[in-house]
T-cell receptor, first 114, second 117 residues
Framework: DGGITQSPKYLFRKEGQNVTLSCEQNLNHDAMYWYRQDPGQGLRLIYYSQIVNDFQKGDIAEGYSVSREKKESFPLTVTSAQKNPTAFYLC?????????????FGSGTRLTVV | AQKVTQAQTEISVVEKEDVTLDCVYETRDTTYYLFWYKQPPSGELVFLIRRNSFDEQNEISGRYSWNFQKSTSSFNFTITASQVVDSAVYFCALREGGSGNTGKLIFGQGTTLQVKP
């Protein structure tokens, strides 16, 4: 079955460490997105990529980095520069701009700083 | 700039009551898409409906119905005869369409619905 795989489901990070969240898709979708969810704030866009080897900052990109070397993969690195990284992170895919399509979401990674 | 507002942070109802979740949006685009998603405790977002800006027909799917009104920039969601399984966080979202759009979904803050037995 086609879908999105996010791993790990739970992740604990020590202060000052970088961590990478994985997002893999087999939907053959062009676009991929990373959202952060905090209680009472909805989902906020971190980064997105509409094509391989290209990506753009979203609304809250500071302290995060991404890469898009393959169509299927869009890993998110939470760097030590992100001061408050504890949150729920959701990866999504879409068919790309101009097509008015919705998204398919992964099951999320819950990151906690310890 | 585009914006989605879900003014109701939390709603609590008793099973079998009807409940309406409000969504108000802002956009300068004439072509756009509106969505509703359900987020159960597991965390994954479940797609419920997509509506484009040129289709103002209301939609009904089982116990769910949606009322899209461009005149008031609203896209409200009603659950009829609510059930405990409807308890979740519900998100309204906006995506601008047409040429040059970035494909981003803009989410409201979400409404937590609790249905008590």
């Amino acid at each position: 079955d086609g879908g999105i795989t996010q791993s790990p489901k739970y992740l604990f990070r020590k202060e000052g460490q970088n961590v990478t969240l994985s997002c893999e898709q087999n939907l053959n979708h062009d676009a991929m997105y990373w959202y952060r969810q905090d209680p009472g704030q909805g989902l906020r866009l971190i980064y997105y990529s509409q094509i391989v080897n290209d990506f753009q900052k979203g609304d809250i990109a500071e302290g995060y980095s991404v890469s898009r070397e393959k169509k299927e993969s869009f890993p998110l690195t939470v760097t030590s520069a992100q001061k408050n990284p504890t949150a729920f992170y959701l990866c999504a895919t879409g068919r790309g701009p101009g097509q008015g399509r919705g998204y398919t979401f992964g099951s999320g990674t819950r990151l906690t700083v310890v | 700039a585009q914006k989605v507002t879900q003014a109701q942070t939390e709603i609590s109802v008793v099973e079998k009551e009807d409940v309406t979740l409000d969504c108000v949006y802002e956009t300068r685009d004439t072509t756009y898409y509106l969505f509703w998603y359900k987020q159960p405790p597991s965390g994954e977002l479940v797609f419920l409906i997509r509506r484009n800006s040129f289709d103002e027909q209301n939609e009904i799917s089982g116990r769910y119905s949606w009322n899209f009104q461009k005149s008031t920039s609203s896209f409200n969601f009603t659950i009829t005869a609510s059930q405990v399984v409807d308890s979740a966080v519900y998100f309204c979202a906006l995506r601008e369409g047409g040429s040059g759009n970035t494909g981003k979904l803009i989410f409201g803050q979400g409404t937590t619905l609790q249905v008590k037995p």
